[in-house]
């Protein structure tokens, strides 16, 4: 079966860095997204994975490593507003998305 | 720019009424739409798809349906709702042919069944 895995919560402080880890099962992968998601709200694109290495987007890194089934996300200079949770997302060989359960994220002063 | 709209935003609906959640978007010709629910705790569900007018891929068998009856217009329905029905609706868009494009979601719409 396909599967996403991704710890439920984390916390972190103010100013920190955070990595949120997703390990995935695919039948095929074309790809890994990552989306942010404040409560209520929709979900939000922060980035897609699709060859092993590491992409920077000013605070926030995504990292994929397709031999290990495993990508994640680097938050660094954490603020208040970086409270949301994370959704994990694989790219089944059909194109569609296999969604992980988010993971909340809780930023203290 | 392209928008994306649905709504309402929030409903509470007795088992058994109907419902009906509807999206547009706007900016774009042609997109792939997508109905998804998210319970609370778990990833994203996707309920249907469609790559155009009256052309609908369901992926879950339940008592919900879509229709498309324009390009731009998605719209999600039901004869009778269940409890199992609550949940945060979410509608989506991508552009055509791109398989590994970003999803960009609508705002959401939050069904309470009592």
């Known amino acids: 079966g396909q599967n996403i895995d991704q710890p439920t919560e984390m916390t972190a402080t103010e100013g920190a860095i955070v990595q949120i880890n997703c390990t995935y099962q695919?039948?095929?992968?074309?790809?890994l997204f990552w989306y942010q998601q404040h409560a209520g709200e929709a979900p939000t694109f922060l980035s897609y994975n699709v060859l092993d290495g590491l992409e920077e987007k000013g605070r926030f890194s995504s990292f994929l490593s397709r031999s290990k089934g495993y990508s994640y996300l680097l938050l660094k200079e954490l603020q208040m507003k970086d409270s949301a949770s994370y959704l994990c997302?694989?790219?089944?060989?059909?194109?569609?998305?296999?969604w992980g359960a988010g993971t909340k994220l809780i930023i203290k002063p | 720019s392209q928008t994306i709209h649905q709504w309402p935003a929030t409903l509470v609906q007795p088992v058994g009424s109907p419902l009906s959640l509807e999206c547009t978007v706007e900016?774009?010709?042609?997109?792939?739409l997508y109905w998804y629910r998210q319970a609370a705790g778990r990833g994203l569900q996707l309920l249907f798809y469609?790559?155009?007018?009256?052309?609908i891929s369901s992926e879950v068998p339940q008592n919900l349906s879509a229709s498309r009856p324009q390009d731009r217009q998605f719209i999600l329905s039901s004869k009778k709702l269940l409890l199992s029905d609550s949940g945060f609706y979410l509608c989506a868009w991508r552009t055509q042919g791109a398989d590994t494009g970003e999803l960009f979601f609508g705002e959401g719409s939050r069904l309470t069944v009592l």
């Open positions: 469609s790559v155009g007018i009256g052309q």
């Open positions: 695919t039948s095929g992968f074309n790809g």
């Open positions: 900016g774009t010709s042609n997109p792939n």
């Open positions: 997302a694989a790219v089944d060989s059909n194109y569609q998305l296999i």
